[in-house]
């Protein structure tokens, strides 16, 4: 059973820098699509970023483009979100998710909640103005 534990959350102001982990335990291939998720208050759970173990670019939500930054220590079974330039409108619930084993990402469906068939718990963000 693949396991997702999120850390690295916390409180920052407006420009600030978070980085986000994600401990992967339990797989059994070496190709899952691995996403960064997010959910506000009141709001949809949305796709922030995605990334293929078995090796491809990246794919970001527009809103967090040139800011945001998906990696993976596949040594460490580690998924990272480095976020910089923080703003209020990134406050929110970040999950991490995994689908797999799999064959790709896909530009047209990363983003898509239903694909993934693990999720962790999530890590609290909040970016004060």
């Known amino acids: 059973q693949v396991q997702l534990v999120e850390s690295g959350g916390g409180s920052v102001q407006t420009g600030g820098s978070l980085r986000l982990s994600c401990a992967v335990s339990?797989?059994?291939?070496?190709?899952?699509?691995m996403g960064w998720f997010r959910q506000a208050p009141g709001k949809e759970r949305e796709g922030v970023a995605a990334v293929y173990t078995g090796g491809a670019n990246p794919f970001y939500a527009d809103s967090v483009k040139a800011r945001f930054t998906i990696s993976q220590d596949l040594a460490n079974n580690t998924l990272y979100l480095e976020m910089n330039t923080l703003k209020p409108e990134d406050t929110a619930m970040y999950y991490c998710?995994?689908?797999?084993?799999?064959?790709?990402?896909?530009?047209?469906?990363?983003?898509?909640?239903?694909?993934?068939?693990?999720w962790g718990q999530g890590t609290q963000v909040t970016v004060s103005s």
């Open positions: 998710a995994a689908e797999g084993p799999t064959i790709g990402c896909y530009s047209g469906s990363w983003y898509w909640m239903q694909r993934y068939n693990y």
């Open positions: 339990g797989v059994t291939s070496s190709r899952y699509c």
